[in-house]
């Protein structure tokens, strides 16, 4: 009898130790680490590094990662060749978010607000509570909330190429002329009348339900709505148009939907129109959606307003994990935020991304050029809008905004339609859908299919035949032709596909 109570004692003795000492492995710390080249990244992912969060880096090509590591372990890091520094010796105790300046950023002290652990630039990684966080965003701070889910780790490299499409295309241009101006207006109307779209109202969810139910009047049957809890419920809507060629591969499109108001003699339960920010974006969403399915794209397009953009980009965080874990490769993302306010005869318009996104800044800029009257400018990285969420991912992704930020009305009362110009708004609609469709074209190929019908059979073969014996019309893009992917589209790609189809022959590859 006393034997066993000893033996009891020794045993809740040693699960007490076990639970106070929970293992030699339970001391991470929070360290900040240079990521230069491509082998490092390669490193750190041998090493297991959890990333929380990347930021922009002053110096080019490099980044700058904030990843938890075991203390005990991180002179494996620097054996590696690896720099860090430890920011935080007891992480997690409190929230971190990412706190950035704005144009509009009254500028405060932020070591008063919460703990400033690296800074770049313009950008400032915080330890700082939920409510001190809301507190700078009033003061007009960017906030992006950082999560506590380890990131894919992948290496960009940041030198851009050419984008295809610096022509004009009248086949581009059909998919613009559909583009409704009085749907912008009227629908960003009807957003505004919601009175608020705030995150923890009611009428943000009748917003929601709006959405909805205006994806499905349009005829989209892929739709539903993307759930998650943050600190509320909360929900993406997602309509989805599948591509006809290349439905694996997928292109997002969105804006937040939500709304906020900030500054004495505000409510934000009450009124928070929200016309520019970001009903403008979401009206944006729902009509690069309507035209997109009535004339279908060859890659699949996701069309996603966004939640909870407000308390720190929330909504687009919680659909870029649902991506991830459901292998959803995004080939490129964009984001449209505050696009119709222009004070002056100049109309201009800022496209902001991350540097290793470069190709779809130049892409975007073209379209402008081409199609638009508006004067395009790059406004550099910038962790102000959902698109970022995206490169945290690892996506490429693009935010257009208008090049005239709205000062008087930005997360004020006034952010009504009275301020804003929707002839111009339709310029940017028509750049953001140049580009969406001028992508989907690059992109949405099947090698062995020169028809693009996304089936590969015997009018392939005699388009090839047709080409390179009676002058008939070039593969585009020529990898369509070139199936044994040898640079050149021959009689060698024609036995190939006869081959294929009538000899049992091995299949083109997916790309070469
Ligand atoms: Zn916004």
Redesign the pocket.
């Known amino acids: 009898m006393r034997a066993n109570r000893i033996i009891l004692f020794l045993l809740v003795f040693a699960i007490m130790v076990i639970w106070a000492f929970p293992s030699a492995h339970g001391a991470p710390v929070l360290i900040k680490l240079r990521l230069a080249d491509e082998a490092d990244f390669q490193t750190a992912t041998r090493l297991d590094v959890a990333v929380y969060h990347k930021m922009t880096s002053e110096f080019s090509g490099e980044e700058l990662v904030i990843a938890e590591y075991e203390k005990s372990d991180l002179s494996a890091l620097g054996d590696a060749g690896l720099s860090y520094e430890i920011v935080d010796e007891e992480p997690w105790t409190e929230s971190y978010y990412l706190v950035s300046e704005s144009p509009a950023a009254e500028k405060v002290n932020l070591a008063e607000y919460g703990r400033v652990l690296v800074s770049t630039e313009t950008a400032h990684f915080m330890k700082i509570s939920q409510e001190n966080a809301w507190s700078v965003a009033a003061n007009g701070y960017y906030i992006a909330k950082v999560f506590r889910r380890p990131l894919p780790l992948k290496y960009k490299s940041t030198e851009g190429t050419s984008p295809k499409g610096r022509y004009y295309d009248p086949d581009i241009d059909s998919y613009l002329s559909q583009i409704d101006q009085d749907s912008l207006f009227e629908w960003t109307l009807r957003l505004q009348n919601f009175q608020t779209r705030y995150t923890y109202t009611d009428s943000v969810l009748a917003a929601r339900d709006w959405l909805y139910d205006k994806f499905a009047s349009f005829g989209i049957d892929s739709l539903w709505l993307h759930h998650y809890i943050d600190d509320v419920h909360q929900w993406n809507p997602v309509a989805t148009v599948v591509g006809t060629a290349r439905p694996d591969k997928v292109i997002v499109v969105g804006?937040?939907y939500d709304?906020v108001v900030y500054g004495a003699g505000t409510n934000p339960y009450v009124w928070a129109p929200?016309a520019d920010?970001?009903g403008t974006?979401t009206v944006a969403t729902l009509e690069m959606a309507r035209i997109v399915h009535e004339n279908p794209l060859p890659v699949t397009v996701m069309f996603v307003p966004f939640a909870q953009?407000?308390q720190g980009l929330v909504g687009s965080w919680y659909f870029c994990e649902w991506l991830y874990y459901h292998y959803i490769n995004v080939h490129w993302m964009i984001n449209a935020?505050?696009i119709a306010h222009s004070v002056d005869g100049y109309q201009d318009v800022t496209i902001y991304a991350h540097s290793s996104a470069s190709y779809f800044v130049n892409l975007m800029m073209d379209m402008a050029n081409i199609y638009t009257y508006m004067s395009p400018g790059y406004g550099g990285q910038s962790s102000?809008?959902?698109h970022y969420s995206f490169y945290q991912w690892g996506h490429d992704a693009v935010f257009a905004a208008e090049g005239d930020f709205f000062y008087g009305g930005w997360h004020k009362n006034f952010d009504t339609v009275d301020s804003l110009d929707f002839t111009y708004m339709k310029e940017v609609v028509k750049m953001c859908l140049a580009a969406l469709v001028t992508e989907a074209y690059n992109i949405g190929y099947v090698v062995g299919d020169p028809t693009r019908d996304g089936i590969i059979d015997i009018a392939d073969v005699l388009f090839l035949i047709n080409y390179l014996y009676r002058g008939g019309e070039a593969p585009d893009p020529p990898e369509t032709g070139d199936v044994t992917c040898d640079g050149i589209t021959n009689i060698d790609d024609v036995i190939f596909l006869i081959n294929y189809l009538y000899k049992g022959g091995p299949a083109p590859p997916d790309s070469c």
């Open positions: 804006g937040h709304s929200g920010d970001n974006g953009e407000e935020d505050m102000g809008s959902d």
